[in-house]
């Protein structure tokens, strides 16, 4: 039986692809650095913006500009990170049953602790009542840190928790936590990649996982 549920955010609740895409390469635009596609900003996503920008600079951090990239992203991620960003549909209903059934949630990322809270604060208010993201006072996904810090946040002992996400970052996160993993296939990361990796939970649409969310909670 779980009593609580912790979310991964990009990929697994909203979709921001298009946000990090366009900062990415306004970054590497003002640079004189050739634009990433749309795809491989998708597959570079996970492991927080640095390393996006680790994988979206050319030689990245051997190349004598990318911090002065880094910092390009920074600024325009800062100003347009919810610019086209949004829920995927149905995860807005899906956090209002959790919330109207007493099951607590919270959502941990690798993006940037600022980033991370406004998303969260601006899209979910009060159905998401704790957020936490990249920082230096604790070590990033997959290190369990954050994930533990954001049960003992709700209230709910890790073991009693279900992490959800989208990635092989995902995954690692939840086994070094030592909680079930459920994969959602809607997000960054291709589904047979995701099989390959060791899924062992992994649903297709928001609807599929609302059920084995409240299957999980009622056992």
């Known amino acids: 039986m779980i009593k609580g ?33 749309r795809m491989e900003v998708r597959s570079f996503v996970g492991n927080g913006v640095r390393n996006l920008m680790v994988r979206s600079v050319p030689d990245g951090e051997e190349n004598p500009k990318f911090e002065e990239c880094f910092q390009k ?45 406004e998303l969260c604060r601006e899209t979910f208010r009060d159905l998401v009542p704790l957020a936490i993201g990249e920082s230096e006072r604790v070590k990033k ?5 954050t994930v533990i810090e954001a049960a003992a946040g709700i209230g709910v002992p890790l073991k009693d928790c279900v992490y959800v996400g989208d990635s092989e970052v995902d995954l690692a996160t939840a086994e070094n936590a ?7 296939s809607w997000g960054f990361r291709d589904k047979e990649l995701l099989e390959s990796l060791g899924a062992k939970t992994l649903l297709d649409t928001v609807s599929e996982l609302r059920d084995c969310l409240l299957d999980m909670a009622s056992k």
Do not use: W
């Open 5 to 37: 549920v912790l979310f991964d955010l990009d990929g697994t609740l909203l979709d921001t692809l298009e946000d990090l895409y366009q900062s990415v390469n306004a970054a590497l635009a003002a640079c004189g650095f050739p634009e990433r596609t």
């Open 73 to 117: 992203f920074r600024e325009h991620y800062a100003v347009h990170l919810n610019d086209h960003t949004a829920p995927y549909a149905g995860i807005m209903e899906l956090l209002a049953e959790l919330k109207e059934k007493g099951i607590p949630t919270a959502v941990v990322s690798n993006k940037s602790d600022a980033a991370v809270k």
């Open 141 to 145: 996904k997959p290190a369990p840190d």
């Open 178 to 184: 030592g909680i079930p993993c459920i994969s959602v």
